[in-house]
């Protein structure tokens, strides 16, 4: 119990280092050029992996966007066919001609929150740095997940589906058996869209020291596969809560009803 109470508070403390990042980002990318410059490349990674919905008149107003902030004014040649796509995306580019790199980093910003305000919630320096370990398989490790702050991005397995929703939402994954070869395959195979989620040595971590002690980071702290952890003990709670509830209104739950859930979780 001495070492939940322990977890808790390292995990509560990077929660709040977390929280205090965002909010810098959140206040500073409007008249800091430099927090700008962060945003502005996480919101563009963001929107890379951005699976939910989108028209294609978003999409070429944005690519137009991005372009103005990344090269300036439009110095291309115009394409042949301007009804095509590319000759549209053009277009939209040309149209931002005279508008500084920075102005169109911030129309970026705000018209990706108007697509969907998750997208400019927002970590800096969530990328490996160049030469970061790789694992034995030859595959990169998450830098962010051996930070103090931490990695916010969703853990998934090695489908790319999200664990905790895998967890959740596929009861049979609560029968017992089933449920530790989920836990060990979890452990095993859990990643972000930046890397593995696997603890690096402080050794390792030497070469990398500027990185890690950038005020967004706080500093090197090995993975330790506490979140994984923290599903499990969820998973608990919400079996728990709903046995409990099922006392309370023992009543209006027939036998069926009862032995179907013990059979789940027993």
Not at 36 to 44: A, D, E, G, P
Request: hydrophobic share 35%; net charge positive; proline share 5%.
């Amino acid at each position: 119990k001495k070492m939940e109470h322990k977890t808790d508070r390292h995990w509560d403390a990077r929660e709040k280092s977390l929280d205090e990042v965002r909010l810098k980002l959140r206040k500073g990318w409007r008249n800091d050029d430099a927090v700008l410059n962060q945003y502005f490349q996480s919101c563009v990674s963001n929107w890379k992996f951005y699976k939910g919905p989108r028209t294609l008149k978003q999409i070429t107003k944005l690519h137009a966007i991005y372009k103005q902030a990344m090269f300036g004014d439009n110095t291309e040649l115009q394409p042949i066919k301007v009804d095509s796509p590319e000759g549209q995306k053009w277009i939209e580019w040309n149209k931002l001609r005279g508008t500084p790199v920075e102005t169109a980093k911030r129309r970026f910003i705000t018209f990706l929150a108007e697509i969907d305000p998750m997208l400019i919630d927002v970590m800096p320096d969530e990328k490996p740095p160049l030469g970061f370990p790789l694992d034995k398989s030859g595959q990169l490790i998450c830098a962010k997940c051996n930070t103090i702050v931490g990695c916010s991005r969703p853990i998934t397995d090695e489908n790319k589906i999200e664990l905790r929703k895998q967890l959740f939402e596929s009861p049979e994954l609560h029968e017992p058996k089933r449920f530790l070869v989920w836990i060990k395959r979890a452990l095993e195979n859990q990643r972000c869209v930046w890397g593995l989620h696997k603890a690096i040595s402080a050794f390792q971590a030497k070469e990398f020291v500027a990185w890690f002690t950038k005020d967004e980071n706080r500093g090197f702290y090995a993975y330790d596969s506490s979140p994984i952890m923290f599903m499990v003990r969820d998973l608990v709670q919400h079996h728990h809560d709903i046995s409990y509830e099922m006392m309370a209104r023992k009543n209006e739950w027939t036998d069926e009803d009862h032995n179907a859930y013990n059979h789940q979780v027993s």
